[in-house]
């Protein structure tokens, strides 16, 4: 005799946003950022959170200047002639996902204090500080600022 569990099946977790910013879909965020199971859904859900409250503050006098010409949501807004339809929704996304990834990559860096796992901390500082600038550049891409960044020598 043998039995076969059936699979079953997990209603997906979706994080309400601002009427004129995308919900978040956790799992479109784990596939997107390789997240593997280490991370809990609920710490996962706290970092999607905090990036979005980010970003959402980042966007805010973009959003009003947008409403104010009658757009009611980031979906709705014109792209660009020169981008495919959908992207500064894409570009949102993107600045939240790379916004929780980084939180996490801070979170999770002493989940191992030896010798190799302070060399990967190390690394993951710079693809922390990568997600950062990927974040920036989205949402100076939505606003249609420059990617500039300038440091004195």
């Keep these: 005799m043998s039995l076969i569990a059936a699979g079953g099946t997990t209603e997906p977790v979706i994080i309400t ?49 947008q409403k104010d ?10 792209d660009a002639d020169w981008q495919p339809s959908g992207t500064n929704v894409r570009l949102y996304l993107r600045a939240v996902w790379c916004l929780a990834k980084a939180n996490l990559i801070e979170r999770y860096r002493d989940y191992d204090s030896t010798g190799k796992g302070e060399a990967r901390a190390e690394a993951m500082d710079l693809t922390g500080d990568d997600l950062r600038r990927d974040a920036a550049w989205a949402l100076s891409d939505i606003r249609g600022a420059n990617r500039t960044t300038v440091e004195l020598i």
């Design 17 to 65: 946003n601002a009427a004129f910013f995308p919900d978040l879909n956790l799992q479109e965020f784990r596939d997107s950022m390789r997240l593997d199971g280490t991370v809990t859904d609920e710490r996962a859900q706290h970092a999607l959170e905090a990036a979005m409250f980010d970003a959402n503050r980042s966007l805010a006098d973009y959003m009003k200047s």
């Design 69 to 78: 010409l009658g757009f009611d949501s980031l979906e709705n807004v014109q």
